[in-house]
C-alpha cells in the first residue's frame, strides 16, 4: 500500500470502517485522527502508552499525545504527507488492540 496523503472521501471511509470495531469513535479533529482513551488508573494508561510507544517507534510512526492520569489524547497524522495517511489508521487500529488488552 502507497504511503500518501488520503483523499477526503477516503478518510470518512477508513473513519467508518475504524469505528464499526472501535469502543468509543474516534474524530477528525485539527485535520487529525482523535481519540481520548480512559483507563482505570495511571498505571494502565502508562502500560497503553508503552505498548503503543514500541509498535510506533517499530513504524517509525510517532503520536501527538497528551496523558494525565488515566487519560491518554491522542492526535494522528503523517507529517511526511502533510495529512492523514493509511499509517494512521494503522497506529490506530493497534491502539485500539492495545487498549481492550488492558
Known sequence: MTHRKLEQ????????QLNTE??????????KLSKTFK????QHAFGFMTMCAIYAEKKDHHPE???VYNK?????????????????????????AFALSL
Open 9 to 16: 472521501h477516503e478518510i470518512e471511509q477508513a473513519l467508518n
Open 22 to 31: 472501535s469502543s468509543e469513535d474516534w474524530a477528525i479533529e485539527d485535520e
Open 39 to 42: 483507563f482505570k488508573d495511571f
Open 65 to 67: 499525545w497528551f496523558n
Open 72 to 96: 491518554v489524547s491522542i492526535q494522528l497524522t503523517s507529517h511526511d504527507v502533510s495529512g492523514i495517511s493509511n499509517k494512521d489508521f494503522d497506529l490506530a487500529k493497534k491502539m485500539e
